[in-house]
Every structure is written in structure tokens, then in C-alpha cells.
């Protein structure tokens, strides 16, 4: 089984579309939760850190569910500028690194 | 806003021959990585490095690789005969510290292509 586990899309949708993307880890010691966006051939970027009461920032709203081992991502309101590849990431503890979902390429059309 | 700096931006290599990509984490931060992204794969893990030692390495990370800090402010990641397997974009990241998420803040990569 994956370590973390992403729907690979792409997921195409229109401007001002609600979208959501949703991962599952597979290491119950995982400690922090992260969503990353990475653009083509470009770094990662922090995007929030996931937080057990679910947090918002603006239009992102991210969502973690330990018992299930789930984390989600909404985005409202779509923007163009939101195509990009959205990269779940989890890091167990004791741990210093980070590890890495596939990602799930978001295209959103005019 | 600071940020973590890499040159070079792309370097092409014969297979076999050294390369040191260079890294430079944000000023006020004391945890630094390496991690690697072979075209169309995920990012993974390679190192990490606190107070002037490896503080946690990958099975990737074998005898050929190593990271220095060779200085107050830049971090260095050697690869000492490269592969053809070794083309990627290497990354580097850095954290403040281990406590607050572990947020760790990516650089812009090196892509390394190995000929």
C-alpha cells in the first residue's frame, strides 16, 4: 500500500467551480499534514499545514480525519490561476523527513 | 519574502563525472534537506541535515552522495559518479525547526541531466 495515496485526475472544471481532492496515508504514527501546490517543472510550494480542527485560509479549507486516515483539500471559487498539481504531504513522527503523494493535476478552464 | 536559493538552475553531466548542486536555506533556519524528482514521479526524500550532521538519510542516499555545509550559509549535496539515473530535479528545502508542522520551504531545484 502507498505510504500516501492521491486520485491522479486531472480533474478539469470552470472558473468560480468548487473543487475538492482528498488523500489517504497509510502510517498511523504520521504526525503532520501538509498540502503542497506545484506548478510545471517547478518547486513545491506550501500551500497550509492541516491542522486536527480543520483549518481555512481564503478560499482553501483543509480537512484531516485520523481516525480514517484522510485528509481533503475544498477549493472555492475557482480561480485560473489554481491549475497547478496539488501534492498531499505527511510526516510521521520521530521523522524529519516529508513524504509525498503523486499529486492531483487541478485544470480549471475559462 | 526570504527564500531558499539553488544554482545551478540546470546542469548537464557525463556519466561518471562529479557534480556539487548548491543550496542556500533561509538565513534563520537550522534544518535542511535534499530531495529528488525524477520526471513524471513523486518528490522523494533524500536527507536531512542538522548542526553539521546527517540527521536522517533515505536508501536512495548511498555512498555516492554526500551534503556539506561547508560555510555559514551555503549547503552542498555531491554526487560523486553519476548515473544516468541520477538525472532529476534535485530540491532543496529548509525549516526553522522541528517543532511548528515541520513546514519545510522548497528552493527552485537544480535539474540535473545526466549524458
Known amino acids: 500500500r502507498k505510504e500516501v495515496e492521491q486520485d491522479p485526475g486531472p480533474f478539469n472544471v470552470p472558473e468560480g467551480a468548487t473543487v475538492a481532492f482528498n488523500c489517504t496515508y497509510s502510517n498511523s504514527a504520521s504526525q503532520s499534514f501538509f498540502w503542497y501546490r506545484q506548478d510545471c517543472r517547478k518547486e513545491p510550494k506550501l500551500l497550509m499545514s492541516?491542522?486536527?480542527s480543520g483549518n481555512e485560509d481564503g478560499r482553501f479549507t483543509a480537512q484531516l480525519n485520523r481516525a480514517s486516515q484522510y485528509i481533503s483539500l475544498l477549493i472555492r471559487d475557482s480561480k485560473l490561476s489554481d491549475s497547478a498539481t496539488y501534492l498531499c504531504v505527511v510526516n510521521i513522527e520521530s521523522s524529519y523527513k516529508l513524504i509525498f503523494g503523486s499529486g492531483t493535476r487541478l485544470l480549471v478552464r475559462p | 519574502e526570504p527564500e531558499v536559493t539553488q544554482t545551478p538552475s540546470h546542469q548537464v553531466t557525463q556519466m561518471g563525472q562529479e557534480v556539487i548542486l548548491r543550496c542556500v536555506p533561509i538565513?534563520?533556519?537550522?534544518?535542511f534537506y535534499w530531495y529528488r524528482q525524477i520526471l513524471g514521479q513523486k518528490v522523494e526524500f533524500l536527507v536531512s541535515?542538522?548542526?553539521?550532521?546527517?540527521?536522517?538519510k533515505s536508501e536512495i542516499f548511498d555512498d555516492q552522495f554526500s551534503v556539506e555545509r561547508p560555510d555559514g550559509s551555503n549547503f552542498t549535496l555531491k554526487i560523486r559518479s553519476t548515473k544516468l539515473e541520477d538525472s532529476a530535479m534535485y530540491f532543496c528545502?529548509?525549516?526553522?525547526?522541528?517543532?511548528?508542522?515541520?513546514?519545510?520551504?522548497f528552493g527552485p531545484g537544480t535539474r540535473l541531466t545526466v549524458t
Open positions: 528545502a529548509s525549516s526553522e525547526a522541528l517543532a511548528g508542522g515541520y513546514e519545510q520551504y
Open positions: 492541516v491542522y486536527s
Open positions: 541535515f542538522y548542526n553539521n550532521e546527517i540527521s536522517e
Open positions: 538565513s534563520n533556519h537550522l534544518y
